[in-house]
């Protein structure tokens, strides 16, 4: 296998990894990959999308069936989570790079923050 292929498996695998541990987090650590690969930040952002929900997708099927899922809240959360994505995806067309970077590092540290002290 070519160096580029392995290193995107390796990318796409570690990205699934953290994806099924933590939920989509893995969206995070493939926006990272992807900027390297794909050199382009928004394209990078965008294209960890199909990552996560594809990965998502697997994640999903296996938490439904160690019954990980409390179906009540997320149905409730549904909703606002559209409107968000909707908002965040116009957003991103008229974001330079460089904020969307700034932006980027800014909620990973505030996440990481909060769960580091909660």
Known sequence: MQNSKMKK????GISGF???LFGS?????????LRNIIGDEKKAHASATLMILIMSIASFVLYALYGHID???GFKLVPGGIIGALIGTFALKNIRNTKLKKLFALVL???GAVMLFS
């Open 18 to 20: 953290f994806n099924g």
């Open 25 to 33: 987090g893995g969206g995070v650590v493939a926006v990272m990959f």
């Open 71 to 73: 179906w009540q809240t």
């Open 109 to 111: 540290v505030i996440s």
């Open 9 to 12: 498996v390796m990318a796409g």
